[in-house]
């Protein structure tokens, strides 16, 4: 084991050996030693600074919680510090990946006809009309209408009082009426 973590022999390892000991230090050393070409990589391939020193974090914590036996031999952790690297921005891209689907689906129509003799003009007319709306507006709808929920649930769901959704509600269905034709907002 390394008496003194700051000693350039000692191995990655070690430094991981005496980080787990107990002494802070040996941690502060490895983290040192790799973190800057771990950020170059992770920038690489994100092309995003927050995003590369998020990962370069994340992959030092999955070192420490690590039981890896690939870890136990002696040398550098380079490669498992990179394929961990790359392992975690891989995965954040497919979940930022679906994230935007997610969002694109849901952008492109806010409800679907629960009548299939609705007429699909009318359908898209309100489902754009929707979408105008300011979102606190938009929630008490949805949650009102389209989620079944009574005023005081959706005042209980959003943490507001009774009055301020019923008023949200009451705007919402104004604007609602004014671009869809019908009264006066």
């Known amino acids: 084991m390394v008496s003194t973590v ?13 980080y787990r000991a107990g002494r802070p230090g040996a941690f502060d050393a490895l983290y040192a030693r790799h973190r800057d070409p771990l950020y170059l990589h992770a920038r690489a391939l994100t092309r995003d600074d927050a995003w590369a020193e998020d990962a370069v974090h994340e992959t030092f914590l999955r070192l420490v919680q690590a039981g890896d036996p690939r870890l136990a031999g002696s040398g550098s952790l380079s490669p498992f510090l990179h ?18 689907r997610r969002e694109q689906a849901v952008g492109e129509r806010w409800i679907r006809p629960s009548d299939p003799a609705a007429d699909p003009a009318q359908v898209a007319e309100l489902d754009a009309a929707l979408r105008r709306l300011p979102p606190e507006q938009l929630e008490a709808v949805l949650l009102h209408i389209y989620g079944g929920m009574t005023f005081q649930e959706v005042a209980d769901a959003v943490d507001a009082p009774l009055k301020t959704i019923i008023s949200r509600y ?9 671009m869809l034709g019908g009264e006066p907002e």
């Open 83 to 100: 394929t961990t690297l790359r392992r975690i921005v891989i995965d954040r891209h497919r979940s930022r990946t679906a994230a935007v």
């Open 6 to 18: 700051a000693e350039p022999e000692a191995t990655d390892r070690d430094l991981l050996g005496a």
């Open 170 to 178: 009451g705007y919402a269905l104004d604007k609602l009426a004014h």
